[in-house]
């Protein structure tokens, strides 16, 4: 959920789009996900789907019961241009600091060392005792807890990828959301952590991830979490606390791990991991089922000539 | 195609070699791909093929028609330290400029944002509103077009890996050629987009690459291709308008991936996809045939007990 | 092995770890894999097998004939505090060279050419005419050969990934090795180096990495080794020389990788691989098995249709 630079109409809003307000005009206070909407939000449904919530104002391409709506068959299309214009990527001006570069307004606590080549940016706030190591880059907002470390040349807060069809091409989705690192997350070389969409992306407390891990946008992980090197997470990924994430390993979009599960090295999960489990290969499976697919696959040939 | 700082005459290219000059002692201007050769360029050929092309002056192992030869067992052997002597890699003297380092000689457009710790290398060009975000690297020669978005610590234009034997281990072929990137490209943090080796590594307008993406030498990406985290593409590779890749995907070396595919998560692509298809795995497969598989290995371990 | 900053008596590690010294009050000089310990050597056993080797004192769960002992439940657990210690990390202090940030005690050979953004951390020594590309970091203690070529962003000797359970959560096992790498080792853009646990990782003279390789802490890797991109090596895989390994290929940790073996793009090895042997797939078998299996895969549909 983000809050708005100042408080806006539905009316204006409609007017800046050129649609025709179905509704009251409400007073809007923040742009929130669709599952996260308040009689104060404006949010977006792409494609007609049951809410369990009730936005103050409803971007839509079908009427929606219970909330202020703008009809239009493409809303997040429409919504693109406005999240340009309230959320704007603030300017930077740095200062070196012990060779490092740190915005104008960022917050750093007390016994963080920084490097050389560091680079934190306007809005970051950076818990006590925690450890930027060179060249490691801080883009606008993020926030770290307390004794951190950070190894060099790892990147948080970069856009989320994501891109919407346009007249003329893929069209940048806007990402104005942050990032959150709790107390204790280690993050390796090389890693990259995008900033979230309309909220954070979420890394919980104690998490420790090896080089070049990916975190796209809106991915949140729980506590205590292992994951292995050049692992990546796709967009809006769950993973839940203790869990343990081997090597090379794919989550794509909107996985969710349970907590204390195990994925091994190389697999590609799609869809839901139970607690608990141990999984593994492309697709992810049950260890026990996917050992003996791998064990069998060498007799495949033979008994195919047999057949 | 690369032009020869100054003309030189084949027999001039015999002698530095200590080779025996058969056929005309041509003034060359360049030196080529061999499919791309003119009469004024130096080419090679590594074994024998079928030529479309008539260089003039071809290091080849075998005789060729039509155009003037010096035989070796070891064509590129040969060449690489003429490259090198050509082609030396441009001596560098950076300005600081905002926290950045700028070499002289580099062509900053209008409106171009450059951030703490970035460094364009010398002889690089970058289009107007081009943004750099921090840690970014442009080695020498970069072309960069207009509105281009570079997210941090992204690399372009290191040597592509490409190694030749030599006599006491693997011989570094010099990387020779350049980067071109088309107007509105934007890479995510930590990619890595290697210069070609006697030409350009090409990425065309609109396209966006996710973080951790790896483009090797001499690969020539079309319009509005959508590559997602992780993904690799090995050397020479050509894809399509279009094309939409998934993360963690690797293209082997010279695949051609036709406009407007699609190639699923961590498939590994060896040779040709074509246009309009989707594909899946490794070897990446049509995904309905991919699919089929992936639904039918969990019954291969009991039909192997029935045997 | 690591040298002690002071030698150290058994009984001053029992009282500092409350445990009760079982044997001779040995005086210790380092500390050491169990499998590389001499008699001033401590070391752990952190379950019980057949030692070939009697270290001076072993904190152990059971007891071992033949040397000195330290016995608790979780001899790892006990150590930890005792290497942060006795190897803390070094203060740095940096001065700015040519754009690079050099620690002081850094050792530059002749010729060695930095660039703007390059990080040299304490204790690191540079062989003569090596390249540190721009935004390099060597973090402490790490050592180059003459004549390599360090691509831009590799970051070498960041703490190798490994965490031990405790009490609240898993505990940093503090790397106090380091990184070496022998001459005319070329590293790609993006890659990361681990440092060791106990010992050094080693990258053997003339061997080339591609762009984002990862090599993680205890590696061996030997002479004229070739690493294609995005590959991951977990800890202390060996490579033998020769080795060609592809792109995006993941190496479990103690893999074995005879001399002059090679292993095909997208592989995943676990155990061993034989000298000279071309290996293919996940999990890796060799290429003829391999490429049946593949070619076999499709047919497997219908074969369980017909049943």
């Not at 050129?18 to 509704?23: D, E, P, Q, S």
């Not at 089922?289 to 696959?297: D, K, N, Q």
């Amino acid at each position: 959920m983000l809050v708005l630079p100042q408080k806006i109409r539905a009316s204006t809003v409609a007017d800046q789009l050129c649609l025709t307000l179905v509704g009251d005009d409400v007073l809007l206070e923040n742009v929130a996900p669709v599952e996260e909407a308040g009689p104060q939000s404006l949010a977006y449904l792409q494609s007609p789907k049951k809410l369990l919530t009730r936005p103050g104002l409803l971007l839509s391409t079908t009427p929606v019961e219970g909330c202020s709506l703008l009809l239009c068959p493409d809303p997040l299309l429409r919504l693109l241009p406005l999240l340009s214009a309230w959320f704007p990527e603030p300017p930077a001006s740095y200062r070196p600091v012990e060779g490092a570069w740190v915005a104008e307004g960022a917050v750093i606590g007390r016994g963080v060392q920084l490097s050389p080549g560091v680079v934190v940016g306007p809005g970051c706030t950076i818990g006590d005792d925690t450890i930027l190591f060179p060249n490691v880059v801080l883009m606008h907002g993020v926030r770290l807890g307390r004794a951190c470390r950070i190894h060099a040349n790892s990147v948080i807060g970069a856009d989320g990828f994501r891109y919407h069809p346009g007249p003329t091409g893929p069209l940048r989705v806007p990402q104005v959301g942050g990032v959150w690192l709790g107390d204790e997350v280690e993050l390796g070389a090389g890693c990259t952590i995008d900033r979230g969409f309309l909220g954070d992306t979420r890394i919980g407390q104690g998490c420790k991830l090896d080089n070049q891990v990916h975190v796209a946008h809106n991915c949140s992980i729980g506590r205590f979490v292992l994951i292995a090197a050049q692992t990546g997470l796709a967009g809006s990924c769950q993973v839940g606390d203790g869990v343990m994430i081997g090597g090379q390993v794919g989550l794509a979009d909107h996985s969710v791990i349970g907590a204390g599960a195990r994925i091994g090295a190389q697999s590609g999960v799609h869809g839901e991991v139970p607690a608990g489990e141990t999984y593994l290969g492309t697709p992810a499976r049950p260890i026990s089922v996917m050992r003996r697919i791998y064990a069998s696959l060498p007799q495949l040939p033979a008994l195919l000539r047999r057949g």
